[in-house]
C-alpha cells in the first residue's frame, strides 16, 4: 500500500491545517490509519488513529480536543484536521496504515507496514 500524504506548509499559531492521507490503487478504508509526527531533534509520536471496523478515534494527549482524524470512505482519504495550532506542533507529519486488527490506542509505529513520504507543518508564532 502506497501513502502519499499532504496538507502541510508553514502556517501561523493559532491556524488550521488539514492533512490529506491518500492511497490511489488502493482501498484505505480496510486500513486503520495513524498520523505520526517527528519534530526537529525529536522521536516519533503517535498523534492520532482511526480503526477500520467501527470507525472509532484515538488521540495522543498532546493534540485531544485541537485535532479531529475523519476518513472518506468515497474518497478512499484520511483527513487530519488541525487546529489551534502552536509552535510545538512544528514535525513532519507521516500517515501510515495497517492492515491488523490492533488496539489504536497503541500506536505502536511497528504495527503499520505502510508510510507515506511525510508532510511538513511549520507553525510560526
Known amino acids: 500500500v502506497q501513502l502519499q500524504a499532504s496538507g502541510g506548509g508553514l502556517v501561523q499559531a493559532g491556524g488550521s491545517p488539514r492533512l490529506s492521507c491518500a492511497s490511489p490503487?488502493?482501498?484505505?478504508?480496510?486500513?486503520?490509519v495513524a498520523w505520526f509526527r517527528q519534530a526537529p531533534g525529536k522521536g516519533r509520536e503517535g498523534v492520532s488513529c482511526?480503526?477500520?471496523?467501527?470507525?472509532?478515534?484515538y488521540y495522543s494527549h498532546s493534540v485531544k480536543g485541537r485535532f479531529t482524524i475523519s476518513r472518506d470512505s468515497a474518497k478512499r482519504t484520511v483527513y487530519l484536521q488541525m487546529n489551534s495550532l502552536e509552535p510545538e506542533d512544528t514535525a513532519v507529519y507521516y500517515c501510515?496504515?495497517?492492515?491488523?486488527?490492533?488496539?489504536?490506542?497503541?500506536?505502536?509505529?511497528?504495527?503499520?507496514?505502510?508510510w507515506g513520504q511525510g508532510t511538513l507543518v511549520t507553525v510560526s508564532s
Open positions: 490503487g488502493f482501498n484505505l478504508n480496510d486500513y486503520a
Open positions: 501510515a496504515a495497517s492492515g491488523y486488527l490492533l488496539d489504536i490506542t497503541t500506536m505502536y509505529d511497528y504495527d503499520f507496514a505502510s
Open positions: 482511526i480503526s477500520s471496523h467501527d470507525g472509532s478515534t
